[in-house]
């Protein structure tokens, strides 16, 4: 099993994560059968301290593979726990509909925003829907179209990115993939508005670039942020995208979020309950939305076009801090 699978209770088990499910699953066999009270507190005391010490020395590869988590909060989940009143907006004026990101109006805490969301789907009916996350050109229109909305209305933008990338299909191609993705690039970097972004679990190529320029980038703690996944440049490298291959490519592209933070790609690092998001989504909802209020107080402050000079700053910054870390 080199991600996970489905547990005889229909729950998602990750390989790593095996003698934490065993000693769940030996508590709620005791709390069946009214087991001895110590016994049970002690149980569930080692499994505490597995937990930790299992998270807290998580390799690269175990990163991509909770980021992975069939039962992690997506974006339609945060925009349930902390946007309100959302509206949602449809379409690119140009082709059509992209489900695969979620754009509308709502408000978090006491800021009226813009959110972008790329949103992959719970189940298999809905990821099909999505297109597992990965948007077309559309996708891309409509969230700049959106975007241009929202900046005439002096209203900041929020995206919650979550994708393994931009779709790579011909239909895509046909429509202007690359060039929809360039445009947002450029168009972002100039929005005279403020702009957040917060890679939820994957962070896959230009298909999360495309919705995270911005002045400010952050990522939940065990999502992962590259150019490529690992098993892609396994299989570029290499030519077989073994288990050891894949874990060497993880390692070697420094995607985990502390690493994005020590070069320079992203600003923050937004930490998630112990065990993960999927463990308690609410508490990462509250984590969220929590950096989401302060930094949007923050830029708030700065006048639109100072915010533009400020956001063309840090991308500059970007490879010079890089450099300062790899020599």
């Not at 597995?50 to 997506?74: E, F, I, M």
């Amino acid at each position: 099993m080199a991600n996970g699978s489905d547990g005889i209770d229909g729950s998602y088990e990750l390989e790593f994560e095996r003698p934490l499910i065993d000693l769940e699953r030996q508590v709620a066999e005791l709390e069946r059968q009214h087991g001895n009270a110590d016994e049970i507190e002690q149980l569930r005391k080692n499994h505490g301290s597995l937990l930790a010490k299992l998270y807290n020395d998580l390799s690269p590869l175990q990163t991509v593979k909770v980021a992975r988590h069939s039962k992690r909060p997506q974006a339609r989940q945060y925009i349930d726990a902390f946007v309100k009143d959302f509206c949602e907006l449809h379409g690119d004026r140009c082709f059509g509909d992209d489900h695969a990101i979620v754009t509308g109006f709502g408000r978090v805490g006491p800021h009226k925003v813009l959110v972008v969301a790329q949103h992959k789907g719970r189940d298999v009916n809905e990821r099909l829907k999505q297109n597992f996350g990965m948007a077309h050109p559309e996708g891309y229109r409509k969230a700049l179209l959106k975007m241009k909305l929202a900046e005439k209305f002096g209203l900041p933008v929020i995206c919650l990115v979550d994708t393994p990338g931009a779709y790579p299909g011909i239909g895509a191609e046909e429509r202007g993939q690359a060039e929809a993705i360039a445009v947002n690039l450029r168009e972002m970097a100039r929005l005279k508005t403020p702009v957040l972004a917060v890679v939820l679990g994957e962070g896959g190529s230009g298909g999360a670039l495309g919705v995270a320029v911005a002045d400010r980038v952050a990522m939940m703690q065990y999502a992962w942020y590259s150019v490529i996944s690992p098993e892609a440049c396994a299989s570029i490298l290499w030519k077989q995208t073994t288990p050891q291959n894949t874990e060497k490519a993880a390692t070697a592209l420094k995607l985990t979020a502390e690493d994005n933070l020590r070069v320079g790609v992203i600003d923050a690092v937004i930490p998630e309950p112990l065990g993960g998001a999927h463990r308690d989504p609410n508490g990462a909802a509250e984590q969220l939305e929590r950096w989401l209020i302060q930094s949007l107080r923050e830029l708030k402050r700065f006048k639109p076009q100072n915010l533009v000079a400020k956001r063309m700053d840090r991308l500059r910054r970007m490879g010079e801090k890089a450099q300062v870390v790899s020599s």
